[in-house]
Every structure is written in C-alpha cells, then in structure tokens.
Antibody, heavy 116, light 106 residues
Framework: EVQLVESGGGLVQPGGSLRLSCAASGFTFSTYWMSWVRQAPGKGLEWLASIKQDGSEKYYVDSVKGRFTISRDNAKKSLSLQMNSLRAEDTAVYYC?????????WGQGTMVTVSS | IQLTQSPSSLSASVGDRVTITCRASQGISSYLAWYQQKPGKAPKVLIYVASTLQSGVPSRFSGSGSGTDFTLTISSLQPEDFATYYCQQLKSYPLTFGGGTKVEIK
C-alpha cells in the first residue's frame, strides 16, 4: 500500500524553527518528485515546495523562499521540510504529497501552530 | 499562474447536476487536476490532465477543458459528494490551487 506519514508538527514561537518529516512506503520513492502543501485553518490549499528525484531541482512558493528548505533522503525514503523564521501566518496543516500527473497520494497531515 | 474557481460555494440537492469552473490566468494546456476534500481529511485527486478520471473515482465525475477554461461536472450529486473541490495547475512552478468550491446540501 502506498503511504505517506508526516511527523514533526507542534507549537512553536514566532521566529522559531521546526523540521517536518514525511516517511514514504509502498512505491519507489527515488523515482518521483515530492512536494509539500499546507492548509491554514479554514482556508484553501497552498503548494509550498517540490523537489526532483535526485534533489538537484527545488522550487518554492514566494512566501516561504529563503525560510523553508525542502530535502530528501532516498535511502531512507524520507522527505523533509526545514522551516525557519516561522510566523503566525505559517500556522497550518502541512501535507506531503506524491504523484505523476497530479498529487495522487497525500499524507494525513501534521499541524504546525506558530504562537507565543 | 492564478486559478479562479467559481462559484466559491453552492447549494445543491441529491441528484442534481453540478458544474464547477476553473479559469487560469494564462494557458496551461491540459495540466489541470481536480481534488475533493472533506473536513479533517487530506485532499483526494478526482481528475488529472483535465479530463482523465483517477482510478476508483465514480464515473459521475468528469472534467473538461484546455488552455484557460476548465470544468468539473458531477452528473448526479450523491450524499458523499458534499465537500470542497479544488483545481490545481501543474503546468509550471509555482504550482497553484484554485480558491475552492464548497458544495453544500440544499
């Protein structure tokens, strides 16, 4: 069964850092682009970042450029999102996602709350 | 590339035909997907490359369009279809989603 499981969410103060992880199973992780998407409470979906199979290409939405870093470890079948300089507006459920022509598979999400 | 969905919400009855539109700010060929999301759950892909039904998705869902104008149609709304629907363009980075359409029970 294809599965993505996120972890690492929690409560963090403004200006703080958090690292999210996504464990993949059931597919050949190293052969696919991977992505992060978030959803603020009561709001729509926002694509954040994507990374190529070998990590050589990375793309980010402007709102997180310079603060968030996407990375992957193909040997461990793991995707990460390092989030620095967190702001209140980064409060959201964070999903990792995978697919060919679309985001076919999503994790269950992990909640990040940025508050003092 | 901005995606504008309309309407942002609608009320419909079981058995109704429902149409949701998604307009792109520039041409995206057929690089468009549609998702369904229920409260507290991750989105689920329904349609990709504008008109291809994802495996396991009921045939009452269909997608059409290319270039800048796209449509998601539910031919006969079922109780389990009450949810929020999003379009997404995968033509170029940054990838973007539409604002969503909430389908509610009339």
């Amino acid at each position: 069964e294809v599965q993505l499981v996120e972890s690492g969410g929690g409560l963090v103060q403004p200006g703080g850092s958090l690292r999210l992880s996504c464990a993949a199973s059931g597919f050949t992780f190293s052969t696919y682009w991977m992505s992060w998407v978030r959803q603020a409470p009561g709001k729509g979906l926002e694509w954040l970042a994507s990374i190529k199979q070998d990590g050589s290409e990375k793309y980010y939405v402007d709102s997180v450029k310079g603060r968030f870093t996407i990375s992957r470890d193909n040997a461990k079948k793991s995707l990460s999102l390092q989030m620095n300089s967190l702001r209140a507006e980064d409060t959201a459920v964070y999903y990792c996602a995978w697919g060919n022509n679309a985001f076919d598979i999503w994790g269950q999400g992990t909640m990040v709350t940025v508050s003092s | 590339i901005q995606l504008t969905q309309s309407p942002s919400s609608l009320s419909a009855s079981v058995g109704d035909r429902v149409t949701i539109t998604c307009r792109a700010s520039q041409g995206i060929s057929s690089y468009l997907a549609w998702y369904q999301q229920k409260p507290g759950k991750a989105p689920k892909v329904l349609i990709y490359v504008a008109s291809t039904l994802q495996s396991g998705v009921p045939s009452r869902f269909s997608g059409s369009g290319s270039g800048t104008d796209f449509t998601l149609t539910i031919s006969s709304l079922q109780p389990e279809d009450f949810a929020t629907y999003y379009c997404q363009q995968l033509k170029s980075y940054p990838l973007t989603f539409g604002g969503g359409t909430k389908v509610e029970i009339k």
